[in-house]
């Protein structure tokens, strides 16, 4: 009895209930991973944070592009790299990638992109399936957390079996919704890498790219035959021969209860596409049709390759799909969606210091270039204080754009509003624009510091002086930062204590045709809450 006993708790030890972001950590510390890097932002936060907490090596880098080009290094020196975020951080890493594909890996390359269908958090929901296909990469998509941590297992494989970076694309509710993981593999040693000097293969001049360039197309030729033959990486469940449908992800979850009568194709490695088992597959069923959430990326593909399928309706491509919208996209039924009850909507904390700010900026009538972060908020009522916000970092460059277009009275007052992390991730080259491009009148940023990433839940970055595990580290001054970069004024001040010494300054920066930075230092009450609690655990 004490052996069944022994094996009963060996065995449920294997398994636990997991989101997807910590079903994937979990399968990186399995495969030996060397470092996981990445940029905090939802829904992919949780990936790196769960992988530091649980032993692994992870580290929070100031961009996405940074972040993907130290797990390049990983991997181009045989090590086992993970890089994570959110779908518009692959926008910033964008430009490494293009080129990682030409050079290929000699170790492995996870990149996780965590898309966000239906905006919950996000300016846009672009679809990054089309990186795949875009950039020349083999792509991943899993439907729950066992198959996050099945998948990302089988993503490293595949990245070291081909010498190429794999895209692991999941969306909102794979990297947030919890079910049951058996935890089946067991754990390797951290992966070692060992450095093989090949510069004709990892130095991408012109006379080396263009050859680089011919394997890739080889490579993913190869690719696409290893996904008509792997069926591990797919399923067929039922037999109809009235309906069948495509679908991938989360879909399948909604498919699978909203047509249980349906032949169904699930698709786990969506690029390279199975075209020969998608097309036996439609020529069994009288009717095919594609679920899938977001573009219509596979729909598009597999009509390009000549397969007859029915075509979704253009309502199905927006937000998030659920049972009620499958069914009705399965009967092309496009009247609108019932609407539930409103929900609270988003507000900044009370006692948050950014109030106070707006508050000063609504006051003195600016116009204000804003950023992502928290203070993205200040367009709510009952600030109403920002007057656009595009992407990261991109609220100093568009306010420097304001300020060169409008009649000098208008121009006086736009300010650029952007946070600690966020300056870190994007806001430098912004200061050096201002530097070395002045406007006439002058300019005026406002870095709100409030010591922590705190829109994605309070994760660490440069200037926090912390690393993700909690240990310490050097902390970048972003004071330095800024007068190094050209700024002619950089003024540190805590707005909620000293608020009318914040306005009197505001004044005389705005009055002025110098460039300046008012740095208004002033910490997140969460994070301060969370400090508080640390301390005292």
Known sequence: MNFINFFRRLFMEQRKILSGDEAVAYAALACGITLGSGYPGTPSTEVLETLAAIGGPAEWS???????????????????SLVTMKHVGVNVAADPL????????????????ADDPGMGSSQNEQDNRNYAKFAQMPMLEPSDSQEAYDFAIRAFELSEQFKMPV?????????????????????EAKKIGNYVKDVKTKVMIPAYAKKAHVRLVHSMMDLAAYNEKETSLRQVIGDSKELGIITSGVAAQHVMEAAPEAAILKLGMTWPLPMNVIREFVSGVKRAIVVEEGSRFLEENILA??????????????????VSRVKKLIAHDTTPDAQGAPGRPPALCPGCPHRKTYEVLKDL??????????????VLPPFEALDCSICMGASIGAGLGLRHS????????????????????????GILEMGYNKPATGHVVLILDNSTTAMTGLQEH?????????????KVSLEALCKAAGADHVDVINQVQKTEEFRALLQTRLASNDVSVIIAQSPCILQLKKLAKQKKG
């Open 167 to 187: 895209l692991f694309r999941m969306t909102t509710r794979v990297c947030h919704s919890r079910g049951p993981v058996n935890l089946h593999k067991t754990v």
């Open 62 to 80: 100031p961009n996405e592009k940074v972040a993907l080009e130290v797990g390049a290094g990983v991997a181009i020196a045989g090590g086992r």
């Open 462 to 474: 440069a200037a926090t002086g912390v690393h993700l595990d909690k240990t310490t580290a050097p």
């Open 98 to 113: 293009f080129t990682l594909t030409y050079m290929g890996v000699n170790g492995a390359l996870v990149l996780l992109s």
């Open 406 to 429: 409008l009649p000098e009275d208008q121009a006086r007052k736009v300010v650029s509003v952007i946070g600690d992390s966020t300056f870190l991730h994007s806001g430098l080259t």
């Open 305 to 322: 390759a000549g397969i007859a399928i029915d075509k979704k309706d253009e309502v199905f491509e927006y937000s998030e799909l659920n």
């Open 365 to 378: 009538g600016c116009i204000v270039a804003g950023d992502i972060g928290c203070y993205t908020l200040g």
